[in-house]
């Protein structure tokens, strides 16, 4: 896999989102669904009924992909990013990777979520981050280590203060 350097995979992101489709793909996703469930209901044939549980599932795990890969790049164009930390754990499922962080700023609640690296391998362990949040008390909605970006698959996780000591060893 070629390594793209962090403004690259901003660039990336940045030219999946321009279209209008690939923005409402999760919703076309889910409406897809629907209609296969009623032609399914129609024909009384479970295909389509097949075909309608595989999109509706990938629409729904996906729902938050999108506007998150939106939000970080309006924080990347309109707000100065804080200094921090990234932790990064990978666990292996089966034959995948599946990429954890727990992202620390001074003075702010630690926040977790999952993210899918586009362009770079991310190594586990604690990395020095760049953040960005839309808002003081907001969670992060981009990170960036010196080999990449992290943006959140899915809906951030703040993390007590005792679970947040507990994952990071102090």
């Given at each position: 896999?070629?390594?793209?350097?962090?403004?690259?995979?901003?660039?990336?992101?940045?030219?999946?989102?321009?279209?209008?489709?690939?923005?409402?793909?999760?919703?076309?996703?889910?409406?897809?669904?629907?209609?296969?469930?009623i032609?399914?209901?129609?024909?009384?044939?479970?295909?389509?009924?097949?075909?309608?549980?595989?999109?509706?599932?990938?629409?729904?795990?996906?729902?938050?992909?999108?506007?998150?890969?939106l939000?970080a790049?309006?924080?990347?164009?309109?707000?100065?990013?804080?200094?921090?930390?990234?932790?990064?754990?990978?666990?292996?499922l089966?034959?995948?990777?599946?990429?954890?962080?727990?992202?620390?700023?001074?003075?702010?609640a630690?926040w977790?979520?999952?993210?899918?690296?586009?362009?770079?391998?991310?190594?586990?362990?604690?990395?020095?981050?760049?953040?960005?949040?839309?808002?003081?008390?907001a969670?992060?909605?981009?990170?960036?280590?010196?080999?990449?970006?992290?943006?959140?698959?899915?809906?951030?996780e703040?993390?007590?203060?005792?679970?947040?000591?507990?994952?990071?060893?102090?």
């Amino acid at each position: 896999m070629k390594i793209l350097s962090p403004e690259a995979q901003l660039s990336m992101l940045r030219a999946a989102t321009e279209n209008c489709i690939a923005r409402k793909l999760h919703h076309w996703m889910i409406g897809s669904a629907i209609v296969l469930i009623i032609v399914s209901a129609i024909l009384w044939h479970p295909v389509p009924l097949i075909i309608a549980a595989i999109l509706g599932v990938a629409g729904v795990a996906e729902q938050h992909a999108i506007p998150n890969i939106l939000n970080a790049l309006h924080a990347y164009d309109s707000v100065v990013p804080a200094s921090g930390s990234v932790k990064v754990t990978i666990t292996r499922l089966d034959s995948d990777d599946h990429y954890h962080a727990i992202v620390r700023q001074d003075g702010q609640a630690e926040w977790a979520y999952d993210f899918i690296p586009q362009g770079w391998s991310p190594v586990a362990g604690s990395h020095p981050a760049r953040i960005w949040c839309l808002d003081k008390d907001a969670p992060p909605v981009l990170a960036a280590v010196d080999d990449g970006i992290l943006v959140p698959r899915n809906k951030q996780e703040k993390l007590p203060l005792a679970q947040a000591a507990k994952i990071s060893g102090t």
